[in-house]
């Protein structure tokens, strides 16, 4: 049975940072493409991060980049999200996934996602 079970969300200033933590189980994390991605209220779900199985290649949202860093260890089957100085627009829900598609495909889909951690950036 695949799971996915996020942790380290938050309260935070605007500025601040946070590590999103992901523990996997059900699967090997390293066959799969793996990434993050966040709904906040009444918008549209948005992929912020994931990384490619195949060489280990990391893909960001352009509005993250050079402030979110993905990551993943193997020997505990787990991914993080470091988050640095978040912005109060980027306050959602923010959930890890499993990729059913390439990471760099111009249209990403996810087959299994966790329950999310709560990511509130207070301005």
């Known amino acids: 049975q695949v799971q996915l079970v996020e942790s380290g969300g938050g309260l935070v200033q605007a500025g601040g940072s946070l590590r999103l933590s992901c523990a996997a189980s059900?699967?090997?994390?390293?066959?799969?493409?793996i990434g993050w991605f966040r709904q906040a209220p009444g918008k549209e779900r948005e992929g912020v991060s994931c990384i490619s199985a195949s060489d280990g290649s990391t893909y960001y949202a352009d509005s993250v980049k050079g402030r979110f860093t993905i990551s993943k260890d193997n020997t505990k089957n787990s991914m993080y999200l470091q988050m640095n100085n978040l912005k109060p627009e980027e306050t959602a829900v923010y959930h890890c996934a499993r990729l059913d598609s390439s990471c760099g495909s111009g249209e990403i889909r996810y087959d299994y996602w966790g329950q999310g951690t709560q990511v509130t950036v207070s301005s």
């Open positions: 059900g699967f090997t994390l390293d066959y799969y493409n």
